[in-house]
């Protein structure tokens, strides 16, 4: 997968969640306000530029970016532990209530005119958020199991305090996460774009009356279709840079003077870089032209390449895994011993040496949750009694012979009604690390007598497209999008599977494409894998070992999907233009753009 | 092939001068030679190369790896053998470019003689037809394809490639044809009341024939060249022996451009196109000077 492609699904996955907590920024050293700075150069890997899009955050393809023009109350540690952790943004500090949340504002947050961030923006924020589907009913059909932020009213304390005010009856243990995540944008430019009567439409969508409420949901839908093709004639922005101007190649940033921390901000302007493939990123770096980089797989020719350049490796763990997924509605991957069967001749160090050798470590045992992740939930007992599903061709024929295949004198199996079997693995264009493992998956199988031909999806949402409605039977699927467990685990038993949470209760239906049993028998017990994912959210993540314990021991066992590889996000910082960048261990830091470094106090002129 | 055997044992007297004008215009010059020394051997890959060698070993321990004594021209993203790839890979792309080049002669140069030929009506029709073949961008129009069927097999992209490919040929091939109708040989033939037909096949095809046939060479190159351009791009199935996948593996994930380790990788199929080129526009002379008696008077 051309990596920053698989980002984009990673992290468009893998963002999203709340609790309570407090906190306070951790800046390092400290820059000289207003004085000039070098250039920043960098590339926004979930967002190239798009010639003449708007400069609007909701737009499908924005020209705005996240920590540099795009601002949040605060930013996601990715802290596996605290969901709810978060560095600060336009919020300074925060508390959870038990009504919702209270938000100090940074004392000096400002838009680039000069004018104060207020009540009023936050309120147009949220309200554009329901237009969107980020919060509301929407979002919750989106994400089923995590449920979605509910607001009911937001206020002005007074002395730059303002209170969200969680909707009455619902209680999301994620809402101080879901709250600090959202896009603050300027009353003054999008104001006007939000109908009046939008907190009416708010509350109808929210009320008992259900035909109201969806009457409600589809104006919003309708009126956030016309705010996303909204083109601001200039950029308004609350953080640290603000867009000059755009041409195809590059978005041109300006250092914001009206920023609360501006000190803090080094470089006097960013420039964020077009990129149409890996490739071109690779080329950048070499060249020695990013200050830094995204997490871009490579191979190790060229990650040698750009450490000659003089580029700095940080490693950090990324909640992603690529994994295999089965529709389970067609044979033969019905059966377990099957799957299993697979899982004992694909070689996952093999795979990842060639498809992710960079940017992943092969899986220790297939669970839903990455190892990093697995390891802090499951015991020393749990972790080792899964199986890992070492390569052993002589299992995988056991397995498929006491499942009636049969292997012909030539070496090929047959399936148990005689006929040959064949099997076509899917990949998407342009993702080059699942293309090229899986020319090593297709050789392995074939070698071991399953002829299996690698296929190639045009576009990724082709493949989502064509994937949900199961026109696939093997191919890739990113799995684990954490830190949230639950997400991670809706992945594998959400709505792909046909799980359906409406109303607090959740269904199980023959819509999604996995086709997983409704139910696993796992040592002894019946594991309801879609219930109990959906008891992840609302679950404190310490209390949720039991229920991962169930979980990951019937995706170790049934196998839903096969885990390859676990990613890692590789990143890298040229100390040529600027110092104090984070390292390998910043663990928060690294799971955030660089114009949040900034905002910490890293990244100084040099 | 059996008809050949057959034609050949009841006409030796015929098969001895052919072949000998042919040994005679290929020997003349060496780079013919060498022109129809590189068809052949490309041939024999196409034929004998996945015969040779079946499922690819992969080495992920030995990826890009320098060309050695083992691995001639180095190794792939998965540690396999370039030279083995780029052998068992020829099948497809002449095979496809045969097929395509067959649909263009065929179908270029019939319709080419007889709306040539014929003019009127006929030729109306079937330049209309022809105009409308022109118009079709195949390049485009196999993007789009590729994305409803399944190009897996050289045959359908054999077909859609000559399908679209056709257009070219039939112009040039009636342009000739309006110019030889008022030979005098030709209306001879009509005053001697031969069949439209009998003039077209026995009188008009072997005037144009060598035109035909260095039309179709080049046809051959650009056939090639779209179908790996379409197996570049990565819009087609995936295949790590086709020429075109390995230059999109080489550019897109091997960093073939910002790293040398890749460059045989990158090189070796773009290498083969290059030769494979070579070889036909060689060839292409002794072509000339077969078909063209005024060239074998000359020699």
Request: hydrophobic share 45%; net charge neutral; proline share 6%.
């Amino acid at each position: 997968m051309s990596r920053p492609k698989t980002l984009v699904a990673a992290v468009a996955a893998a963002v999203a969640l709340t609790a309570s907590s407090a906190c306070s920024g951790s800046a390092k050293k400290i820059n000289g306000g207003g004085s000039d700075g070098n250039v920043y150069t960098s590339i926004d890997a979930n967002n190239p530029i798009t010639a003449g899009a708007p400069m609007n955050p909701f737009n499908a393809s924005p020209n705005t970016f996240l920590g540099y023009d795009q601002m949040q109350l605060g930013f996601d540690k990715k802290n596996p532990a605290d969901p709810n952790d978060f560095f600060p943004g336009l919020a300074a500090s925060w508390t959870a209530t038990d009504t919702g949340l209270t938000v100090q504002l940074q004392p000096n947050a400002k838009w680039s005119d000069g004018t104060p961030v207020t009540l009023a923006d936050i309120k147009t924020s949220v309200a554009v958020a329901y237009t969107q589907g980020l919060a509301g009913p929407s979002a919750a059909t989106a994400n089923p199991s995590a449920g979605s932020l509910e607001v009911s009213g937001v206020k002005d304390l007074g002395g730059g305090k303002i209170e969200f005010d969680e909707q009455p009856g619902v209680k999301n243990l994620y809402f101080t996460r879901l709250a600090l995540s959202l896009t603050i944008v300027s009353d003054k430019v999008y104001g006007s774009q939000v109908p009046a009567d939008v907190w009416t439409t708010i509350a109808a969508a929210q009320g008992p009356d259900a035909n109201a409420a969806k009457a409600a949901i589809t104006k919003l839908t309708t009126e956030g279709k016309a705010l996303a093709a909204f083109a601001p004639a200039k950029d308004v922005s609350a953080g640290p840079f603000v867009i000059d101007h755009i041409d195809p190649g590059s978005a041109v940033m300006n250092r914001n003077p009206y920023f609360y921390d501006v000190k803090k901000i080094a470089p006097k302007q960013v420039v964020v870089r077009h990129f149409t493939g890996n490739e071109q990123i690779w080329s950048y770096m070499k060249a020695g032209e990013l200050d830094s980089a995204p997490f871009t797989a490579m191979p190790t020719n060229v990650l040698n390449q750009v450490l000659g350049a003089g580029y700095t490796r940080m490693d950090s763990v990324s909640f992603v895994g690529a994994s295999i997924a089965f529709n389970e509605k067609v044979a033969p991957f019905d059966k377990t011993a099957v799957r299993q069967a697979l899982a004992y001749v694909i070689d996952r160090d093999a795979v990842t040496k060639v498809g992710e050798p960079v940017g992943g470590v092969p899986n220790a045992a297939t669970t839903g949750l990455i190892k990093a992740q697995s390891d802090t939930f499951l015991s020393a007992d749990q972790s080792a009694a899964l199986n890992p599903y070492k390569p052993d061709p002589a299992k995988a024929a056991a397995l498929l012979q006491s499942a009636g295949f049969k292997k012909d004198s030539s070496g090929q199996w047959h399936l148990p009604d005689g006929s040959a079997w064949k099997i076509t693995l899917q990949a998407v264009n342009g993702f080059s690390d699942w293309i090229s493992a899986s020319a090593v998956i297709a050789n392995e199988l074939t070698g071991f007598g399953i002829p299996t031909t690698a296929a190639v999806t045009t576009d990724f949402a082709t493949y989502k497209k064509e994937m949900g409605a199961g026109k696939y039977a093997f191919g890739w699927w990113l799995v684990a999008l954490g830190p949230q467990t639950d997400k991670a685990y809706n992945r594998l038993y959400g709505s792909d599977d046909g799980f359906v949470y409406t109303n607090g209760q959740i269904t199980h239906n023959d819509s999604g494409w996995e086709h997983t049993p409704e139910t696993y028998a796992v040592n002894g017990q019946t594991v309801a894998t879609g219930p109990l994912t959906a008891q992840l959210s609302v679950t404190p993540v310490a209390d949720q070992k039991p229920i991962i314990a169930q979980l990951a021991a019937a995706t170790n066992q049934e196998l839903p999907v096969i885990q390859i590889w676990d990613y890692t996000r590789v990143q890298f910082t040229l100390n040529k233009r600027f110092t104090n960048f984070p390292k390998t261990g910043d663990e928060a830091l690294l799971a955030n753009p660089p114009g949040v470094w900034m905002m910490q106090g890293y990244v100084q002129n040099k | 092939m059996a008809v050949t055997t057959a034609t050949l044992g009841a006409s030796p007297r015929a098969r001895r001068p052919a072949l000998l004008a042919f040994r005679t215009a290929v020997l003349r010059k060496p780079g013919r030679v060498v022109g129809l020394a590189i068809i052949v051997l490309f041939a024999l890959m196409a034929v004998a190369g996945p015969w040779l060698y079946g499922r690819l070993e992969i080495d992920p321990d030995a990826v890009y790896a320098p060309p050695s004594a083992k691995h001639w021209l180095g190794t792939d993203f998965a540690g396999s053998d370039v030279l083995q790839e780029i052998i068992v890979g020829a099948r497809y792309v002449l095979g496809t470019a045969a097929l395509a080049a067959l649909i263009t002669a065929v179908l270029g140069t019939g319709i080419g003689l007889v709306a040539g030929y014929r003019r009127g009506f006929t030729d109306s029709v079937l330049m209309r037809i022809t105009d409308f073949i022109l118009t079709i961008p195949a390049f485009p129009l196999l993007i789009v394809l590729s994305t409803v069927w399944d190009f897996s097999s050289p045959w359908l992209m054999g077909l859609v490639l000559g399908g679209t490919g056709w257009g070219g040929m039939a112009r040039a091939v009636r342009s000739q044809a309006l110019s030889l109708r008022e030979r005098g040989f030709l209306e001879a033939a009509r005053g001697l009341g031969l069949s439209t037909r009998h003039i077209i096949v026995k009188e008009l095809l072997p005037n144009i024939a060598p035109y035909v046939a260095m039309h179709l060479l080049l046809s051959t190159i650009a056939f090639v060249t779209a179908e790996v351009g379409l197996f570049f791009l990565g819009v087609v199935p995936f295949s790590t022996t086709n020429w075109g996948v390995m230059l999109n593996q080489a550019v897109f994930s091997g960093g073939a451009l910002e790293s040398p380790d890749a460059l045989f990788y990158l090189l070796a199929p773009l290498s083969c196109i290059v030769l494979l080129t070579l070889g036909i526009v060689l060839f292409l002379d002794a072509v000339d000077e077969l078909f063209n008696p005024r060239l074998r008077e000359r020699a």
